[in-house]
């Protein structure tokens, strides 16, 4: 009865992540192609329709209300412009200081003091990430992962999700093929958290955890008659939690690189051992746990 509710867990689950790593391809294609996008010197996004781009003004509408009236900004307010074709467009390469109204200030001290406000950085103008891993295509998975970079580009949260369309266990999973007739990879999921050192560099180093958990399938020995193996369906799954480290290479404002590598520890449902062919015991249950990814990705 409890292999028979895995089974149906399992499977509810697989279709869950097909019915996500399809939803997230769709929300992709949506935002990369929707609107205009200005972006203005005090940081803000404008979401638009561009109408008219002159001299010195640009002229637009609301992205939620096309029928309503044309606005106008002056284009020394505006960083850079982002096209729903996907081309951007750089405005001012250092915009002049356009700042709010300042509030007054009490010192205690006779000297003047003078408040330097911090240069526009084109390359942290967005915070999140979605990026493809380019790497786990080699061992037969599609993976996205979401990176949201929070406390000014010093923390992110990384959130994966990843579907296999191979026959069998790929390479970066050769303990649980080794140890498993007819192994076959489902999906994962994972969940990460990173701190980044500095954030005014175009590449960026990061350090963090990375928990990750994998469903997969494989033929079970249920009985061994006249030395023929008698095999059933079954399912298992795998938790990891690891140490990551790597990099991140801002290309332009919206195209960035991720590469890093991961190790830690694995808890199994069903141990990763087998008996090979001089009779010995092989265990792979304590072995350590590797992932590696080598990311394309759009900044948004």
């Known amino acids: 009865m409890s292999i028979l509710f895995l089974n149906l867990l399992n499977n509810y689950l697989t279709m869950i992540v097909k019915q996500w790593f399809i939803f997230i391809l769709f ?19 404008i979401e638009a329709k561009l109408t008219e781009i002159n001299a010195s003004d640009i002229k637009y509408k609301e992205f939620t209300n096309l029928d309503g009236p044309v606005y106008v900004i002056s284009k020394s307010e505006i960083v850079l412009i982002q096209y729903a074709n996907g081309t951007t467009q750089v405005i001012n390469q250092s915009p002049s200081n356009y700042s709010p109204k300042k509030e007054s200030q009490v010192f205690t001290s006779n000297e003047s ?32 992962i979401y990176d949201k970079e929070l406390f000014k580009s010093k923390m992110s949260l990384s959130f994966l999700v990843g579907y296999n ?38 590449v960026q180093y990061f350090v963090g955890f990375l928990g990750k958990y994998m469903s997969y399938n494989y033929d079970k020995v249920t009985q061994i008659v006249n030395n023929q193996k008698m095999y059933e369906k079954s399912s298992a799954n795998q ?33 990763l051992d087998y008996t090979n062919s001089n009779g010995r015991n092989v265990n792979y249950s304590n072995s350590p746990k590797v992932y590696l990814g080598y990311c394309f990705g759009y900044r948004f």
Do not use: H
């Open 27 to 45: 929300c992709i294609s949506l935002n990369s192609n929707a609107q205009d996008v200005l972006y203005t010197s005090k940081g803000a996004k």
């Open 113 to 144: 003091k003078e408040v330097k406000k911090k240069p526009l950085d084109l390359y942290y103008m967005n915070s999140n990430l979605i990026s493809v891993n380019a790497l786990s295509l080699a061992n037969g998975d599609a993976t996205i």
């Open 165 to 202: 369309f191979n026959s069998r266990m790929g390479a970066l999973n050769l303990y649980v093929a080794d140890s498993k007739s007819a192994a076959k990879k489902n999906y994962d999921i994972g969940l990460g958290i990173n701190y980044m050192p500095r954030n005014t560099k175009r």
């Open 239 to 271: 938790v990891s939690l690891m140490i990551a480290n790597g990099w991140i290479y801002r290309i332009s404002p919206f195209f960035n690189f991720k590469i890093f590598g991961a190790i830690g520890g694995q808890i199994n449902s069903v141990p």
